[in-house]
Structure formats: structure tokens, C-alpha cells
């Protein structure tokens, strides 16, 4: 009687495991790979020689004075796609209070005459931890000090972050932003 059960279920779980695990798999990528083709393989940006330098999705540590900087992260290492995640530290942990402390002084170090306010996001560490994007304002902040270290125009910085702007979500949700990697990569064309 078992052995009548057994069967039927065995083939069940056959027929399931090749629609699920190999079928439904194969169907998704080949739509992915034809409709979504950059996205399905990592959004990847590449320098003027052709390699690949980054993805628009990860944010990447820049620590020059000479780039734009962007988001902190809370991953460690710094942009560490498999350890995303937010620090979870509130407001009054002493730890958060030094980082962002240390991230300020960082800040007066590179640019020592900039006397405007710092935005936040200059300062604190996205949800996950891998944010690409920055804030008008952050990249405002840091145009003066870009400009000059790379010895360009202040507007022609301005511009590029300009071009670099990608507007709120369907046009209704969250701020305009740039793209970190994007903005330095273009920065880096015109030398």
C-alpha cells in the first residue's frame, strides 16, 4: 500500500523539481538576458578603455580628494555587496557619534575653507550600507574642492554633475540625485 503512495509522490516531486529548479529558471534568465539585458548583468560601468570599473548599483570607496566622494559605508569592507546592511547604531551610540565625528574632520581635512553645512549623507551610512547615490547637496558641498584640485572651471563640474542628475522615482518619489561612479568616471574623461 506504501509502495502505491510512494510512487505518485516521487513523480511529483520529479516533475515539480524540472518546472521549478531547471524549467522556470531557464525561462526567467533568457527573458532577463533579452528585455533586461544590462540590468540582469549587474548594471556594470566601464572606463574609456573598456574595463569594467564598477556597478551603478554599489556605491565604491573614494577616498581622493580629488573625486567626489559619496555615501559612507557601514559594510566592512567598505562597499562590501555580500555584507549589506545598515549599522544599526542609534543615534546616541558613542560609536555612531565617532564616525560621524571622524567623517566630518575627514571632511575639514580635504577642504579646509569649505564653511558650509555638511549634508547628512556625507556623514551617515545608507540602510544598506552600499548606497551609489548622493544628494545635491552633497555633491554641491564637494564641487569647489573637485574643481579645484582637478584645476577645472567650477561650471564645467557643475555641469557634469548636472548630467549626472537622475530625477525622483516615476517623478513623484524621493530626491534627484547623482551617481557617485558615473560623476567620477566622467570627471576622469576630460583629463
Given at each position: 500500500m506504501w509502495r502505491e503512495q510512494i510512487r505518485p509522490a516521487f513523480m511529483v516531486f520529479?516533475?515539480?523539481?524540472?518546472?521549478?529548479?531547471?524549467?522556470?529558471?531557464?525561462?526567467?534568465?533568457?527573458?532577463?538576458?533579452?528585455?533586461?539585458?544590462?540590468?540582469?548583468?549587474?548594471?556594470l560601468l566601464y572606463a574609456e578603455d573598456?574595463?569594467?570599473?564598477?556597478?551603478?548599483?554599489?556605491?565604491?570607496?573614494?577616498d581622493d580628494p580629488r573625486y567626489f566622494w559619496g555615501r559612507p559605508s557601514a559594510t566592512s569592507p567598505?562597499?562590501?555587496?555580500?555584507?549589506?546592511s545598515g549599522s544599526n547604531l542609534g543615534p546616541s551610540n558613542p560609536a555612531?557619534?565617532?564616525?560621524?565625528?571622524?567623517?566630518?574632520?575627514?571632511?575639514?581635512i580635504v577642504d579646509p575653507e569649505n564653511q558650509a553645512a555638511i549634508p547628512i549623507d556625507l556623514v551617515s551610512a545608507s540602510a544598506s550600507g552600499l548606497d551609489p547615490h548622493l544628494s545635491l547637496a552633497g555633491a554641491y558641498y564637494q564641487l569647489s574642492r573637485?574643481?579645484?584640485?582637478?584645476?577645472?572651471?567650477?561650471a564645467k563640474v557643475r555641469q557634469i554633475v548636472q548630467q549626472n542628475i537622475s530625477g525622483r522615482?516615476?517623478?513623484?518619489?524621493?530626491?534627484?540625485?547623482?551617481?557617485i561612479l558615473k560623476v567620477n568616471l566622467a570627471l576622469d574623461s576630460l583629463n
Amino acid at each position: 500500500m506504501w509502495r502505491e503512495q510512494i510512487r505518485p509522490a516521487f513523480m511529483v516531486f520529479i516533475v515539480l523539481t524540472v518546472i521549478t529548479g531547471v524549467i522556470y529558471p531557464l525561462f526567467v534568465t533568457g527573458v532577463a538576458q533579452i528585455f533586461f539585458y544590462k540590468q540582469a548583468n549587474g548594471s556594470l560601468l566601464y572606463a574609456e578603455d573598456g574595463s569594467v570599473v564598477g556597478s551603478s548599483l554599489v556605491g565604491q570607496n573614494f577616498d581622493d580628494p580629488r573625486y567626489f566622494w559619496g555615501r559612507p559605508s557601514a559594510t566592512s569592507p567598505a562597499y562590501n555587496a555580500l555584507a549589506s546592511s545598515g549599522s544599526n547604531l542609534g543615534p546616541s551610540n558613542p560609536a555612531l557619534v565617532a564616525a560621524v565625528r571622524a567623517r566630518i574632520a575627514a571632511l575639514k581635512i580635504v577642504d579646509p575653507e569649505n564653511q558650509a553645512a555638511i549634508p547628512i549623507d556625507l556623514v551617515s551610512a545608507s540602510a544598506s550600507g552600499l548606497d551609489p547615490h548622493l544628494s545635491l547637496a552633497g555633491a554641491y558641498y564637494q564641487l569647489s574642492r573637485v574643481a579645484r584640485l582637478r584645476k577645472l572651471p567650477e561650471a564645467k563640474v557643475r555641469q557634469i554633475v548636472q548630467q549626472n542628475i537622475s530625477g525622483r522615482f516615476l517623478g513623484l518619489a524621493g530626491e534627484p540625485v547623482i551617481n557617485i561612479l558615473k560623476v567620477n568616471l566622467a570627471l576622469d574623461s576630460l583629463n
